[in-house]
């Protein structure tokens, strides 16, 4: 099933139970923050929450955690509800070859109802904001769909980026905006300071959630989020153009903001409680100047809470990760068979792969920190045999306590790049990287005593059927 807008996932959401509808009156601080921490605690079945009676908003629609659970982010990509994580991500990667789909042009877009122009221009008018963390330095827009162009090659479709990042509402037509130094959206801005100009964006709120999914993906450079959507959606995704900018956003947007990235102006930004589990400081950051908005009668705003995972941001980008580095680690090393970079963004990644010859496991290592979302993140990958599943922690572990020997198989790094917000990097945004091979040693490398390892008796697969069938029978 593929979604156009976000409110027909919400009708799915509540069909399956998995939308708990908020009717008595909250206040929007800390209520919704705390209810959006307290919901990612009910594990892996935790519903979406909706708010429609909010203090202080006479006519606020609020939807969070809509990702924040296996369950919905296998609703969000059309699979039955108790889809296990390891088949969807395994669904990811078939989906992932169907790459690209050309995007659907479509004809008056949702959020073409009603606009603000010039000096009507006010996010408090449109979005009902408040803080999630209670030492957030201000209100956040944290899950919309950035859009940004290469100034050096504008028409080109697959440089058109569509990421998520933080955005600080900093007035009623500003807003303060984090570009990590290693993602597109702060390649785009280098090149529009050099030449003095600013970098005109379009912000989509309350999306599609394939939209939002592709938006937390890191694809290469030249890769149309669009044509990945259309692949995981198993149907183009529909698209307008924004009246502003001309660019590309999604037909089904609650609400779409458009404006520029003001060259060479920063503005304090921060703190904000990030999925490190951290709050991040307050930094120097780029400014947005909203010059249109234009919106749906009655938005919904969803927001993404974060926090100690795990919260919703872990379930929204954890295959989203785990997906690219796979499909680009085996382009090159066919011999990889499974990546799990699901634990806070990738900054750990646990990779299995088959060996060619003594001393490839680590070169594997070494490799996915280099690829284009392994730059910024993955700062410790275990990498273990191609018989261990990296999903199941107890053989990770047991790989770990058997098949490592401090004294051969640690890679230390030094000094490689880190997202700044990594709150373990000194200074921030450099870290030393380490590499654990926990895989069985091949010659030439002939260590270890590993010749007479246990298998499974050949009995125990029908004993197993046998015992589930017992135990689903008894419930």
């Known amino acids: 099933m593929a979604y156009d807008d976000l409110r027909s996932?919400?009708?799915?959401?509540?069909?399956?139970?998995?939308?708990?509808?908020?009717?008595?009156?909250?206040?929007?601080?800390?209520?919704?923050?705390?209810?959006?921490?307290?919901?990612?605690?009910?594990?892996?079945?935790?519903?979406?929450?909706?708010?429609?009676?909010?203090?202080?908003?006479?006519?606020?629609?609020?939807?969070?955690?809509?990702?924040?659970?296996?369950?919905?982010?296998?609703?969000?990509?059309?699979?039955?509800?108790?889809?296990?994580?390891?088949?969807?991500?395994?669904?990811?990667?078939?989906?992932?070859?169907?790459?690209?789909?050309?995007?659907?042009?479509?004809?008056?877009?949702?959020?073409?109802?009603?606009?603000?122009?010039?000096?009507e221009v006010d996010l408090f008018k449109v979005l009902p904001l408040f803080r999630l963390n209670e030492a957030d330095g201000g209100f956040y827009l944290d899950k919309a769909a950035v859009v940004s162009r290469d100034p050096d090659d504008p028409e080109n479709f697959?440089?058109?980026?569509?990421?998520?990042?933080?955005?600080?509402?900093?007035?009623?037509?500003?807003?303060?905006?984090?570009?990590?130094?290693?993602?597109?959206?702060?390649?785009?801005?280098?090149?529009a300071e050099e030449r003095g100009e600013d970098l005109p964006i379009a912000i989509a709120l309350g999306n599609d959630p394939v939209i939002t999914i592709v938006a937390g993906t890191p694809l290469r450079y030249d890769q149309s989020e669009y044509e990945m959507a259309g692949a995981l959606r198993g149907a183009p995704a529909p698209i307008a153009a924004a009246p502003l900018t001309g660019f590309d956003v999604p037909w089904g947007s609650e609400v779409v903001l458009e404006g520029v990235i003001e060259s060479r102006k920063r503005e304090l930004e921060g703190p904000f409680g990030e999925f490190t589990g951290n709050y991040s400081g307050g930094r120097s950051m780029p400014v947005i100047r909203v010059d249109k908005i234009?919106?749906?009668?009655?938005?919904?705003?969803?927001?993404?809470?974060?926090?100690?995972?795990?919260?919703?941001?872990?379930?929204?980008?954890?295959?989203?990760?785990?997906?690219?580095?796979?499909?680009?680690?085996?382009?090159?090393?066919?011999?990889?068979?499974?990546v799990n970079a699901m634990y806070t963004h990738g900054l750990l990644a646990i990779i299995s792969t088959k060996k060619r010859y003594g001393g490839f496991a680590k070169a594997v290592g070494i490799r996915a920190m280099t690829l284009p979302h392994g730059l910024g993140y993955c700062k410790i990958v275990i990498v273990v045999d191609e018989d261990v599943d990296p999903f199941n922690l107890p053989q990770v572990m047991w790989a770990l306590s058997t098949k490592v020997n401090p004294a051969q198989d640690l890679m230390n790094l030094p000094n490689l790049s880190v997202l700044e917000l990594d709150p373990g990097s000194e200074p921030a945004g450099i870290t030393n990287k380490l590499v654990i091979d926990a895989t069985t040693p091949v010659a030439p490398d002939v260590r270890g005593n590993y010749g007479t390892p246990v298998s499974d008796l050949p009995e125990a697969g029908a004993w197993l059927t046998k015992l589930q069938g017992m135990l689903a029978g008894r419930s």
Not at 27 to 35: I, K, R, S, T, V
Not at 74 to 85: D, E, F, I, Q
Not at 162 to 186: E, S, W
């Open 9 to 119: 996932y919400l009708e799915t959401l509540d069909k399956e139970g998995q939308l708990l509808r908020i009717v008595e009156e909250v206040a929007p601080e800390p209520d919704l923050g705390a209810a959006a921490n307290a919901v990612s605690r009910l594990g892996d079945a935790a519903p979406g929450l909706y708010f429609d009676n909010v203090t202080g908003f006479t006519d606020a629609r609020i939807a969070l955690n809509l990702h924040g659970s296996w369950t919905n982010h296998a609703l969000a990509m059309g699979l039955p509800p108790s889809t296990g994580v390891k088949e969807q991500v395994q669904e990811f990667i078939r989906r992932w070859d169907a790459f690209p789909v050309t995007p659907e042009r479509r004809p008056d877009p949702l959020w073409a109802e009603n606009t603000l122009d010039g000096a």
């Open 158 to 191: 697959g440089k058109q980026n569509v990421g998520t990042y933080r955005m600080q509402v900093k007035g009623r037509n500003r807003l303060g905006i984090q570009p990590v130094p290693m993602h597109d959206i702060a390649l785009h801005l280098g090149k």
């Open 294 to 338: 234009s919106y749906r009668s009655n938005p919904v705003y969803e927001s993404l809470y974060l926090g100690m995972p795990w919260t919703e941001v872990d379930y929204l980008i954890g295959p989203a990760t785990c997906v690219p580095l796979f499909q680009q680690l085996h382009k090159e090393f066919p011999e990889v068979q499974a």
